[in-house]
């Protein structure tokens, strides 16, 4: 099974291949669908360590922390309502929080 990293890699230049309307909740269960089928915990550990940043409750999901980080004011359903620009940068910040996180493992 591949790298989260290389996924990333894949998921970020080619994004369209893998989600139909390049929004942000479908790369988020892209990605959950990977950890699940790799059988690795880094979701759930990305998760930890975005709670640790203290920018949202840490109740929230690791998707819900990332919306955190794009605007602490934003919450889950406003998503719905993202404009195409709105999710471009959603995403954009996901990728740079799973970089930054997996550079903290070592990974990159």
Same mark, same amino acid.
């Given at each position: =099974?591949?790298?989260?990293?290389?996924? !990333?890699? &894949? %998921?970020?230049?080619? &994004?369209? @291949?893998?989600?139909?309307?390049? +929004?942000? +909740?479908?790369?988020?269960?892209?990605?959950?669908? #990977?950890? =699940?089928?790799?059988? +690795?915990?880094? @979701?759930?550990?990305?998760?930890?360590? !975005?709670?640790?940043?203290?920018?949202? /409750?840490?109740?929230?999901?690791?998707?819900? %922390? $990332?919306?955190?980080?794009?605007?602490?004011? %934003?919450?889950?359903?406003?998503?719905?309502? #993202? +404009?195409?620009?709105?999710?471009?940068?959603?995403?954009? $910040?996901? #990728? /740079?929080?799973?970089?930054?996180? %997996?550079?903290?493992?070592? /990974?990159?």
């Amino acid at each position: =099974m591949a790298k989260l990293q290389e996924v !990333l890699d &894949i %998921l970020e230049r080619r &994004i369209g @291949m893998c989600t139909t309307a390049r +929004s942000f +909740s479908e790369a988020c269960a892209f990605l959950d669908g #990977f950890e =699940m089928c790799s059988e +690795s915990a880094t @979701m759930k550990e990305f998760r930890a360590w !975005l709670a640790e940043r203290r920018t949202g /409750s840490n109740e929230l999901t690791w998707w819900g %922390l $990332v919306l955190c980080e794009v605007d602490p004011a %934003l919450r889950v359903p406003d998503v719905r309502s #993202f +404009s195409p620009e709105r999710h471009q940068e959603a995403v954009g $910040v996901l #990728f /740079s929080l799973l970089r930054e996180y %997996l550079r903290t493992l070592g /990974s990159e």
